[in-house]
């Protein structure tokens, strides 16, 4: 009975780790275009490089809390109303953020442009800042009674926990974030991606860390603090390979940085989904909060079939779309009029 639920657990953090990884750099990209572009030929130089991606990204998002709907409903049960308000400011964020990105191309102003820019900005940090809040509370636990009910009132969720995975959230974004512009970029935000990640891209990722040093010191087990040594070194490895111009490896190791942080965050964790701090008691364990044998069995048959064409399709999409891009690859700007 136990071994499906630990399954879908393993899905659940993979699912959570190709969002952090992938909507990592464009929330990321996000932020940048209003921190660091300075012209608007710089603004759409970043834009373009998540322009075919970024969609595709916000899936593993959608799956994510989709499997923990069907896989564990009192883990999200709890989580998510014990989160109304956070979630929904992140769910607005969402929202702003693809309308920025869909609708700033159609200004016919700079000052609307402007406009759009901040939105996108905002939706960016914003949703970046709640979902980190919302898996640091998932893994560092929240005030639940017997029942799996909040107790306090609606702000209960706003702990230091909830303020470093924001940290740690907006951190990997934006590490990503320059990362990924190194790799897909000339010109100026490449020389910009590779001067701030030689000098920033430890500080950038050092919440992540000590988001998973704080969950491995309180429940970690031999192979979850050798996991925790793995997101230390490629983190360290990152950084020198950014010192060498080394854009493909940097990536790579910020990504590996990524997987092996939230591995030992939910690897320490297991079997609890959501730790109470009230009484250990009281913890939701991946037992009492799963699903029926027979819902993880369909769910899983349907995982065979469709995870592996997403991932085809996804890897297809980042293919297609390898190329560099500079100032010289962008049209001047001209609004489309529909017919």
């Known amino acids: 009975m ?7 657990f393993i899905l659940i953090a993979v699912l959570w780790t190709g969002y952090l990884v992938l909507e990592g750099f464009d929330l990321g990209v996000g932020m940048l275009m209003k921190v660091w572009a300075r012209n608007e030929s710089q603004r ?36 998510f109303s014990a989160l109304y308000i956070p979630l929904t400011l992140t769910l607005l964020a969402l929202i702003v953020r693809a309308v920025a990105i869909h609708y700033r191309s159609k200004s016919e102003t700079v000052f609307t442009r402007t406009i759009w820019d901040w939105c996108l ?28 009910d909040r107790v306090g009132g609606a702000f209960a969720w706003l702990t230091p926990y909830a303020v470093l995975g924001g940290l740690a959230v907006l951190g990997i974004s934006l590490a990503m974030g320059w990362a990924w512009l190194g790799l897909k970029t000339l010109g ?24 998973s040093l704080l969950v491995v010191l309180n429940a970690g087990r031999v192979w979850t603090w050798c996991a925790l040594v ?29 997987t092996a942080g939230v591995t030992a965050i939910f690897g320490s964790l297991y079997p609890v989904v959501l730790p109470s701090t009230l009484d250990d008691a009281f913890h ?4 009492t909060a799963s699903s029926s044998g027979y819902t993880l069995t369909v769910m899983a048959w349907v995982a065979a079939v469709f995870i592996p064409l997403v991932l085809a399709y996804t ?7 390898r190329q560099r891009l500079s100032e010289q690859h962008i049209p001047e700007h001209h609004v489309v009029t529909p017919v």
Do not use: C, D
């Open 2 to 8: 136990e071994f499906l639920p630990t399954v879908w």
């Open 188 to 211: 100026a935000p490449r020389e910009a991606a590779g001067w701030h990640l030689s000098r920033f891209g430890i500080l950038y990722l050092l919440p992540l860390l000590a988001w």
């Open 121 to 148: 900005f905002g939706g960016s940090a914003v949703s970046a800042f709640f979902i980190g809040a919302l898996l640091g509370l998932t893994t560092t636990g929240l005030p639940l009674n017997a029942n799996g």
């Open 230 to 258: 793995v997101a230390v070194l490629a983190a360290l490895l990152a950084w020198a390979w950014a010192l060498r111009q080394r854009e493909g490896w940097s990536f790579v190791a910020m990504a590996v940085t990524v």
């Open 284 to 287: 939701l364990t991946i037992e």
């Open 315 to 321: 890897a297809y999409s980042y293919w297609i779309f």
């Open 44 to 79: 759409r130089v970043l834009l373009n490089t998540i322009g075919p991606v970024w969609e595709g990204n916000e899936v593993w998002l959608i799956t994510a809390a989709g499997a923990m709907f069907a896989a564990f409903p009192l883990w999200y049960a709890a989580i």
